[in-house]
């Protein structure tokens, strides 16, 4: 159990009310969180002892910012800085991020506290693998993105005009709240989206109204301190609510805002590069941070394992799962099986009326694929009773999941395929028609070469 010291540090979790929270120095709302600089020697750094096989914090990124600062620093590409948004836009289509991927988060935190309120909300756009928020005003841009190995890492890009821009790396000073459990030690790294009731001054109005969101999540526990744009119908959430006086939440309906075609009634909308934050893309960016924290959980307990049989026994860590300990493969099938039931959304809050989005993200989504040759796609919306037309998420064919240990793998390959062949009976697949999950697997074996061969039978 933790301890008092732990306990504060989960407290000040918590406070990162909100947000996909991008980096945090403590994540306080309303104190300044512009001094960056570590405050533990990361000699002690505790990723380092729980899981040295990751080696968080002294292997080198392999992901898309890494990737971008190496073209930079040869000269390969430059980035453009602009009067207004600095580097914004130039740092979206250099990530390929879809600017339609606009959400908008009120709540005063990050280290750009200091410009965060209900009239200046933080702006983030997401790809499958990146995140990047941005704030009018603000010094700095922030950027988050999936490693292969490493899962969630942090970055920072200073936002004046520099011949040779760089970003800047942060670790311990991020994982004291991107950890999922305390103070750079007991979990992983993680990004977080929650969802509470913010008050005029973008502060969280009582922290017992904050919750951490998922798809699982009802709507109306959903997206608090959000603004959200596009139809739902009747369905209750809340999104767009402003408390100025906390008595008002004892009649919470009066206060609901629904199906709000775009914000510009809201705040000044012409400072952003959109004018909505739309629903569709909130749906999205819940499933796929909830997706990648469980394959980050699988990754670090899988190669911990994996390296302590190694180097307990003399054994082989590789994809032979003869080699491997009992409680290694105990714990890969438990790992695996929540990673497994999350990607089928297993769970998934029902829709009740249909969702429409305010802008092109959904069919700019859609259109990404891959197909197979019936023009099927994991990332079809359904958006009726659930968010895609046939879920199985469309982060198995992400760089992420590819890097999961082949025997985690193998596992996650037999459980879609046993899942979804069988007669439904499983609470994670129940919900599904015999024909929806046929398609399902048909789509999978077409566009994702590594199942059908790990599922291949002579």
Known sequence: MP???SYRLAVTAAMAVLLLVLVAKGDVPGKDMTDLRPSADESRFRYATDYPAIAYSTVPPRERIAALQAKLDRGELALEHADTGGYLRSVLKALEIDPASQLLVFSRTSVNVAHIRPETPRAIYFNDDAYVAWVPGSGMLEIATMDPNLGPVFFTLDQG???????DRLTVQCLRCHDSLTLTGGGVPRFILGSGYIDTRGDLVSHEGWIL????????FRWGGWYVTGEHGDQPHL???IVKDPATLQQLDSLRVYNLANLDDMIATELYLSNYSDIVALLVIEHQVHVQNLITRVNYDVRTALDRDQRRNGLDSGSNEGSVSDETNSLIEDATEHLVKAMLFAGEAKLTSPIVGSNAFAEQFEARGPFDRDGRSLRQFDLHTRTFRYPLSYVVYSEAFD??????????YRRFAELLGNDGADDAVERLQ?????AILDI???TKPAFAEATRTE
Request: positive net charge; glycine residues 8%.
């Open 444 to 446: 999978l074996r077409a």
């Open 3 to 5: 301890g008092i010291g």
């Open 239 to 241: 999104g767009n609510i």
């Open 403 to 412: 890097a999961l240990p082949e025997i985690a793998l193998n596992r996650i």
């Open 161 to 167: 005009a520099a011949a040779r821009p760089r970003f």
């Open 434 to 438: 015999p024909e929806e999950r046929a």
């Open 213 to 220: 969101t998922s798809p699982e999540t009802q709507l109306k």
